[in-house]
């Protein structure tokens, strides 16, 4: 007796993506589609073979989903280290949303099945990236800034921080990138895809917070 298809999930940001995946993989899989406001109830409702949603929507619920397979279709221009938490979080496949319709059918099967699943522009980001130690929240933050020409003094203030505790997380880039200099780490930090130039904004907009309670350091005096 020739087996059911599996059912999919679809979930994303954009109405008419979710629409797309929902359309693309309906000739191989049983469909439901739901808007990502609706993604948590439906999840809770019922039971998935395989779950396809965008990059955020993976990251909010995987970690509340567990043992569910997930598909991510990300960004064109999605970083290494953006693939490497979406894996690291629990999803077993991860699609540029340029792939063709034959690949998703492929990678939707795949998933479903309990196999890991690569598009080739994802794969090449992670291999990038292997090896190379991850950095720190606040390392992402300095680094943003850094890419924004910021020097110690000026970082500091944007985050709040003592220079002394900027040069620390500036000497910790410079060895986790492999750089000789500022500038070569911010050239290796393009390189890799680890920057989101949106991030430097967003740190600076932050409100303050007391100087050093994150980092385990006082300002000085």
């Not at 109405?15 to 797309?20: D, H, K």
């Not at 997930?70 to 693939?83: I, Q, S, T």
Request: glycine residues 8%.
């Amino acid at each position: 007796m020739e087996r059911p298809p599996p059912q999919a999930l679809v979930s994303h940001a954009s109405p008419l993506l979710s629409a797309g995946i929902a359309a693309a993989v309906t000739p191989c899989c049983e469909v439901v589609a739901c808007a990502r406001t609706e993604l948590g109830s439906v999840l809770a409702r019922q039971r998935f073979a395989l779950v396809i949603s965008g990059h955020a929507e993976a990251l909010e619920w995987l970690s509340q989903a567990q043992g569910l397979r997930w598909l991510v279709v990300g960004e064109a221009d999605h970083r290494g280290d953006a693939v490497r938490q979406a894996l690291a979080a629990g999803a077993l496949g991860y699609l540029d949303m340029q792939c063709s319709v034959e690949e998703l059918q492929r990678a939707a099967m795949a998933v479903a099945a309990g196999r890991r699943y690569l598009c080739s522009r994802a794969a090449s980001v992670v291999a990038d990236t292997l090896g190379q130690v991850p950095l720190t929240p606040r390392e992402r933050e300095v680094l943003c800034l850094l890419c924004q020409g910021l020097d110690n003094k000026s970082i500091a203030l944007r985050l709040d921080l003592a220079c002394g505790t900027v040069k620390t997380h500036v000497k910790a880039l410079l060895q986790k990138l492999g750089a000789r200099s500022r500038t070569q780490a911010v050239a290796e930090a393009h390189r890799l895809g680890l920057i989101d130039m949106r991030c430097g904004a967003s740190a600076a907009q932050r409100a303050p917070r007391p100087t050093g309670l994150a980092d385990g350091v006082r300002p000085s005096a």
